[in-house]
């Protein structure tokens, strides 16, 4: 930039050299490059130029402040009101929009509508009078997190249709006139914090509210008489008291001081009555397994018979974990959404000795410990980690239980809410938890039954399940999904270092589509450190090897590596020195000029077209895996280059 000033005009012209302009400056417009202009063999009042330069100028002003519009002003002083607000470092109006990339931000056609700021370990205060100015703004969601303090002053935003505030640590009594106002109101999710005192009476005259959530807190008193249109409605855990108010009593609930209610069909969250349906999967039958297979199959089906005794003697001797209130305390946990948490439908208390399973899915059937004990059971694997075995209900679902001995690093509290957070996952290519036991010793994670079994199967054992060896077309598939599946974890679980953190092609199961399911992922926050660092994948990654830290670029790493492995059709573990950092060495050991050479041959004949690609496929499995993480490959990078790769068939 260079200053000339003119003494007799008291002007001080500030002159800008740009570079050529290869995009639009400002949306919509479309503005050629200020030229440099050479002043100083000028006359300083020439006026054919003085136009242009203004016109330079205006333009490198309106860019420098083309982001810093209403919304984006406000939201970065919403972000100024929250502590550990890493999450949100694309928040910057001297870049972009906020509906161009800001995370969390909700936008309709340029204008922001809501914010879901969930799993983000944000704390401090939620500052409503930055949000109060942003005219579309209709929905909140910072579900676990950290806020504390007293509630947020929603009544300033009198268009809101949706909070949700559950699983924080806001406390105290919520002032009469928080609601007032509110008649947008629909969905209020306050549930597991620390909230005192009475439910306040304007809650029950919100004219449109149909969900309302305040289950764990410490609410006392009696339960409001709701006069709104509840469709969901949960009380329970609180310190409530009196009568449930004919209002919000139906079938299946009983009112008064909860009497036993008539018999009535389990209502499902639609409030249509539903039944338990057997599963429609067959049993397959077996070949004849070798000798050294049979000894180790009955040798975990011993233990797994030990562990089934031990549990079934701790479920007569001790409560369970999740258990109906005491009568007389009923009242105080009412749950209109009848059903997921074990709460009694008839009013009687529950049996002691019936063990709990927390449900973090409200589509599946509900079935507790002493079902799965008595079901039929077949051993999928044991390992350092613990055991797995695949359980068929007499009556229900066919499911897997991973019993997990190593997972204490985490206390009861954040346990649970590492489970809950974990079960609101949903992606195409995750298998999503079902539901977990809960005890100090030991935990169980139950999910679907895949019947394809895993991709490491697959790969290395295909002639014990009977099928030929997966072609390329299927290969590269698979490779997409895990990508995607990862993309999706990375997103949504930006709090965890490695949000996988355990991926191996054990670990990605296949449906009868061959689409990949990742399994067993964002586990390091609850795996004992010691354990985690002998066993889990993350760890043995260079950058831990070397430096004894692991980074968000360890799963890129592990990506790289699962890469390799597809393609090759080596398992990484038979590689000398057992290690699965030798593998990356060792694909560039035997590839040197001839790329196909290191290519799984039962992929078949490959075509020139699909050659091409399988050797993008290895440059991109080997820049993963890089041991410098500085030239490691960026995730959404890695991701973005497996989605150009398109086989000759264009799937």
């Not at 070949?287 to 005794?309: D, E, Q, R, S």
């Not at 007569?316 to 749950?335: L, T």
């Not at 008839?346 to 449900?359: C, H, R, S």
């Not at 990742?518 to 450190?529: A, E, K, R, S």
């Amino acid at each position: 930039m260079t200053v000339f000033h003119n003494s007799r005009a008291s002007i001080s012209i500030f002159l800008i050299f740009s570079t050529p302009i290869a995009a639009p400056l400002v949306k919509g417009a479309h503005v050629r490059a200020c030229s440099p202009i050479v002043i100083d063999a000028m006359p300083m009042a020439m006026p054919f130029h003085l136009p242009l330069l203004l016109s330079c100028l205006s333009i490198f002003h309106s860019h420098a402040y083309a982001y810093a519009s209403p919304d984006s002003q406000a939201l970065v002083k919403f972000k100024s009101s929250l502590l550990n607000a890493n999450a949100l470092q694309s928040w910057d109006n001297n870049h972009y929009p906020p509906c161009t990339g800001w995370v969390g931000v909700l936008c309709n056609k340029g204008a922001v509508w809501g914010l879901k700021l969930e799993n983000m370990g944000l704390s401090g205060t939620i500052d409503v009078d930055s949000l109060k100015t942003l005219p579309d703004f209709t929905t909140i969601s910072v579900m676990n997190n950290s806020f504390s303090g007293p509630i947020p002053q929603l009544n300033k935003l009198p268009e809101l249709r949706s909070a949700y505030l559950s699983n924080n640590k806001f406390s105290g009594e919520i002032p009469p006139d928080t609601f007032d106002d509110l008649n947008q109101m629909k969905k209020l999710h306050l549930s597991q914090n620390q909230f005192t005192g009475a439910i306040p009476a304007s809650l029950a005259t919100l004219p449109k509210l149909t969900e309302l959530k305040l289950d764990r807190n410490h609410f006392s008193g009696n339960i409001p008489d709701f006069k709104n249109h509840l469709q969901t409605l949960d009380l329970s855990s609180n310190q409530l008291e009196g009568p449930i108010p004919a209002s919000i009593s139906n079938k299946g609930v009983c009112g008064g001081p909860l009497n036993a209610c008539e018999s009535a069909p389990a209502a499902s969250n639609d409030g249509s009555s539903t039944s338990t349906s057997t599963s429609s999967g067959s049993s397959t039958s077996s070949k004849n397994p070798p000798i050294w297979l049979t000894v180790i199959v009955a040798g975990v089906l011993i233990v797994v018979g030990i562990f089934a005794m031990i549990m079934m003697k701790r479920s007569r001797e001790q409560p369970s974990p999740v258990e109906a209130p005491p009568a007389n305390e009923r009242a105080k946990g009412y749950n209109k959404e009848v059903g997921p948490r074990g709460d009694s439908r008839n009013g009687k208390k529950a049996p002691e000795a019936t063990v709990k399973l927390t449900f973090v899915r409200d589509d599946r059937d509900k079935f507790d410990l002493p079902d799965l004990l008595k079901a039929s059971a077949e051993v999928l694997g044991s390992g350092s980690f613990g055991s797995s075995f695949k359980a068929a209900l007499s009556v229900g679902p066919v499911v897997v239980v991973k019993r997990y001995k190593l997972m204490n690093n985490a206390g009861k509290e954040e346990f649970l809410e590492h489970m809950r957070r974990i079960g609101r996952l949903m992606h195409v290519n995750l298998l999503p938890l079902v539901a977990y036991y809960y005890r100090k010793e030991e935990k169980l994670l139950v999910s679907d039954f895949v019947k394809n079994r895993s991709l490491a199967l697959h790969l290395h054992g295909q002639t014990s399940l009977g099928q030929p060896a997966l072609d390329w077309t299927t290969r590269l598939k698979i490779v997409k999904g895990v990508a995607k599946g990862l993309a999706y974890l990375h997103k949504e679980l930006p709090s965890l270092v490695v949000p996988h953190g355990h991926l191996k092609s054990s670990n990605v199961l296949l449906n009868e589509s061959f689409d990949p399911l990742l399994t067993d992922y964002g586990l390091i926050p609850i795996v004992n450190q010691e354990s985690a660092k002998k066993l889990m994948v993350a760890y043995k990654s260079p950058e831990y090897v070397q430096q004894g830290k692991i980074s968000r670029k360890s799963d890129v790493w592990a990506l790289g590596i699962l890469i390799l492995e597809i393609l090759t059709g080596v398992f990484p573990a038979n590689l000398k020195g057992d290690e699965q950092e030798d593998m990356a060495n060792w694909v560039k050991t035997v590839v040197g000029n001839q790329e196909t050479e290191v290519f799984d041959e039962q992929m078949g004949t490959i075509e020139d077209r699909d050659a091409e690609l399988m050797q993008e496929l290895l440059k991109i499995g080997l820049s993963c895996c890089q041991e410098d993480v500085g030239k490691r490959l960026d995730f959404k990078d890695a991701v973005a280059r497996i989605e150009q790769l398109k086989p000759k068939n264009g799937t």
